[in-house]
């Protein structure tokens, strides 16, 4: 018998300090390396967009591979291409943790747009504003100290 899976996560993490020091000119050439990440693990990437000092992504995740796994490669290998390129010239890496917020298979369309449209949300909410009112709405406690 078959196991079958349907397991949507809106994937979240900064860059060191929260600095930003993505350039976005160069967005898609982060994307489509962490697409080709994604796709040798078996996964999906549904949607993925960036601020200069943070990324969204909403994937699917392969059963065989551990969440904490799947975030530490994408980060270990785009970290390592970013600095590599000459075109993220002040990027130093990405901060220590993430977050991982699941969702139904019905609210796709939702978050796909969610993502889609950070430069026009960043614009009335920073970062910050945003990553805790995710986590409150997800009902997870914040530990304050990672938030200067």
């Known amino acids: 018998m078959s ?22 000119g160069y967005s898609s050439e982060l994307f489509n390396y962490i697409w080709g990440i994604i796709q040798k693990k078996n996964g999906f990437l549904y949607r993925i967009n960036a601020m200069e000092e943070h990324v969204h992504m909403l994937s699917d995740l392969h059963p065989s591979i551990a969440l904490a796994d799947f975030v530490r490669d994408i980060k270990t290998a785009s970290s390592i291409r970013l600095k590599e390129t000459g075109h993220f010239p002040y990027f ?57």
């Open 3 to 24: 196991s079958y899976r349907q397991i949507l996560y809106h994937i979240i993490f900064r860059t060191k300090g929260s600095e930003k020091t993505l350039n976005m």
């Open 92 to 148: 130093k890496g990405w901060a220590d943790g993430y977050a991982a917020l699941t969702y139904a298979y019905w609210d796709k369309e939702k978050i796909i747009n969610y993502i889609k449209n950070q430069q026009e949300h960043h614009q009335k909410e920073t970062f910050e504003e945003e990553y805790l009112r995710l986590l409150k709405e997800h009902n997870i406690e914040v530990d304050m100290k990672f938030f200067p």
